[in-house]
């Protein structure tokens, strides 16, 4: 059992659980960090509009230096995938990071005067370091379910905090980066990623489930992280 009482094993966890979701049982077990990255002071300033733009700046360059991180690990992903049509839901969602949003980040850093030369080589922060050696890690060390395993909890996070928000900021960047992680084409996107995960997590051998939920817990936790390096 974990100290949230969860279970240390999914079987056990799915004793009593009738239709028990793998990435369910993954989020329990990664608590309090999940809470602490749902629920952050950053999210929640984010969301009100009184985050500082200096603060966002800070996040936002970290951030991309992090989606590119993120672009290769959904590309190694596309490679993995067991069927054409993973590969093509993976494809997709790639393609969503390299354009739409990329177009947002460049449009944010000018909004708000970032220089060029900060954003196209920023220095990572130990944290973004952190989080890039973890997913390109996962990726090249394992299988598809390990890529799934860093991969499902920083989109399912973003799903959460950003689907929590009522009333979208006025600044423009914060609301778009908010509408961003809010979409329906986004939490279609996230639930597809848990049930990619689901299906296979359980015929996982239980060494392996445990090296998933060890990569799972991980990445929630330099979540955290991530939002208390902005400060």
Request: aromatic share 12%; no cysteine.
């Amino acid at each position: 059992m974990s100290e949230s009482g969860v279970p240390a094993s999914f079987d056990a966890y799915a004793a009593n659980r009738e239709g028990a979701r793998f990435t369910d049982w993954l989020r329990e077990r990664s608590e309090p960090d999940w809470t602490g990255a749902t629920t952050h002071a950053f999210v929640e300033k984010l969301g009100a509009g009184t985050l500082a733009d200096e603060a966002f700046a800070r996040y936002l360059v970290q951030d991309y230096a992090f989606v590119e991180t993120l672009v290769s690990l959904v590309g190694y992903g596309v490679g993995q995938a067991p069927t054409m049509d993973a590969k093509a839901e993976l494809a997709a969602f790639l393609g969503a990071i390299t354009t739409d949003e990329d177009e947002y980040f460049r449009r944010s850093f000018e909004a708000l005067s970032v220089p060029e030369s900060t954003w196209t080589d920023p220095e990572m922060n130990e944290t973004t370091a952190g989080f890039r050696d973890l997913l390109l890690r996962a990726a090249h060390e394992g299988g598809y379910a390990e890529t799934l395993a860093v991969l499902v909890p920083v989109e399912w996070v973003y799903l959460e905090w950003a689907t929590a928000v009522e009333e979208p900021p006025q600044q423009f960047y914060l609301a778009e980066w908010i509408e961003i992680h809010a979409t329906p084409a986004f939490e279609s996107t996230v639930e597809w990623l848990r049930s990619e995960l689901d299906d296979r997590g359980p015929e996982l051998a239980a060494d392996r489930q445990k090296g998933i939920e060890r990569l799972f817990r991980r990445a929630v936790a330099l979540e955290v992280a991530f939002f208390d390096a902005v400060y």
